[in-house]
């Protein structure tokens, strides 16, 4: 028995590669180990891992060790894309073979993505749309989970609303932005050079916003009417709420799945505005709600399949050994779309 992961106990003798992390902290390296492979439990099913994908909370547990990181000697990331290879008791909806994808582990309490096999709750999982290749299910996941829960569960988006998604080609902008095009709203979105202009269009947006060179009220000004956002979708955070308060309209939204940060919400009383905070990883800290992310998978393996969505990825892939390089790729803020790991 060691210590990564619950769940992830010597099994027949079988072992897999794993990228472990010893330690937490700006200098913390992955290193290839052969591991035992876990044994699936009641409601669960074990995959074999075809890609993951970084997200910037994988970053940020490897280099702050959060509150919610994985017991050391760790795997991280919890976006997967896989087949089924054995199924535990009390699954219903998948068989060997199947492929699926989910947000499954990567924090406390759960095995990584980072390896040949995984352990996964069926419930977090859906089979992966069929007009995309299973490797690049891996992008969606977290991100799609995400905008999700704050374009379809928590705004109230009327069709003509004027919404601002901010980091249009970011991993959960450039989802969070087409969602709200599948709501109908007319849809900003800041991005940051000329290449990046196109590729949110491309995806449906409106109108994108060189926010180095658009100040706020210009922003605001260019809105039916010129009284603001109806919703401000935030994924920046610390350097953009404030200026997000700025931009929603009277009565209007904010939604921030980045909060860790001190703001003064004046703005929001002056306005009435409502405040939302995503923590999609809530379901995987709590046990709450894990149905209902299956359930998002299956709606967006079907907006997949009808030409209604669709990830942005990096350009370049990385193996398992190249874990670290995928880590730097994203952390260093030189990666357009999701970046993906292929096992
Ligand atoms: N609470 C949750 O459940 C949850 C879930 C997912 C993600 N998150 C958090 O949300 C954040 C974004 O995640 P992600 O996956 O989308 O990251 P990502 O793929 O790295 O994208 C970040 C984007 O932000 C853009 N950006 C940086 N500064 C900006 C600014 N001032 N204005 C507008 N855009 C700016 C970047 O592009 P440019 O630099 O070119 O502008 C990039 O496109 C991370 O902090 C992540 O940890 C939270």
Redo the contacts with the bound molecule.
């Keep these: 028995m060691v210590g990564f992961g619950v769940g992830i106990q010597a099994s027949k003798g079988l072992a897999m590669k794993a990228m472990m992390l010893d330690g937490y902290g700006h200098a913390a390296t992955f290193r290839m180990a052969d591991v035992p492979r876990p044994r699936v439990g009641v409601g669960q099913v074990l995959l074999r891992v075809v890609a993951t994908s970084v997200?910037?909370?994988d970053v940020?547990i490897r280099t702050l060790g959060l509150p919610f990181a994985p017991e050391l000697p760790a795997i991280l990331h919890g976006d997967v894309a896989g087949i089924v290879e054995e199924v535990g008791p009390g699954v219903e909806g998948f068989k060997l073979g199947d492929e699926v994808f989910g947000c499954v582990g990567g924090v406390k309490g759960s095995g990584g993505a980072l390896a040949e096999f995984l352990l996964a709750d069926a419930r977090l999982l859906a089979h992966r749309p069929a007009s995309l290749p299973l490797a690049d299910c891996a992008a969606l996941p977290?991100?799609t989970?995400?905008a999700w829960?704050g374009i379809m569960d928590r705004a109230d988006v009327r069709a003509g609303d004027p919404v601002l998604v901010?980091?249009?080609?970011?991993?959960?902008?450039?989802v969070a932005l087409q969602l709200a095009k599948l709501r109908g709203a007319v849809v900003s979105t800041?991005?940051?050079?000329p290449e990046?202009v196109q590729i949110a269009l491309e995806l449906g947006a409106d109108h994108a916003i060189d926010?180095r060179a658009t100040p706020v009220p210009d922003q605001i000004l260019a809105t039916p009417g010129g009284r603001g956002f109806a919703l401000v979708f935030d994924?920046?955070?610390a350097?953009?709420l404030d200026a997000s308060f700025q931009a929603v309209r009277v009565g209007g939204t904010v939604i921030t799945?980045?909060?860790r940060s001190t703001h003064d919400l004046s703005p929001l009383h002056a306005k009435g505005v409502s405040l939302h905070?995503?923590?999609?990883?809530l379901p995987l800290l709590t046990g709450q709600g894990r149905a209902h992310h299956g359930e998002i998978l299956r709606r967006v393996a079907a907006l997949i399949d009808a030409g209604r969505l669709k990830p942005l990825i990096h350009p370049r892939r990385f193996a398992l050994s190249e874990a670290q390089q995928a880590h730097t790729l994203?952390a260093e803020?030189k990666?357009?779309?999701?970046v993906l790991i292929q096992i």
Excluded: D, R
Excluded at 166 to 174: E, F, P, S
Excluded at 190 to 193: D, E, P
């Design positions: 997200n910037p909370v940020k977290l991100v989970l995400t829960e901010h980091a249009g080609t970011g991993g959960v902008g450039h800041t991005v940051s050079t990046k926010y994924t920046v955070g350097g953009t799945c980045v909060a905070v995503v923590f999609m990883l994203l803020g990666a357009i779309g999701k």
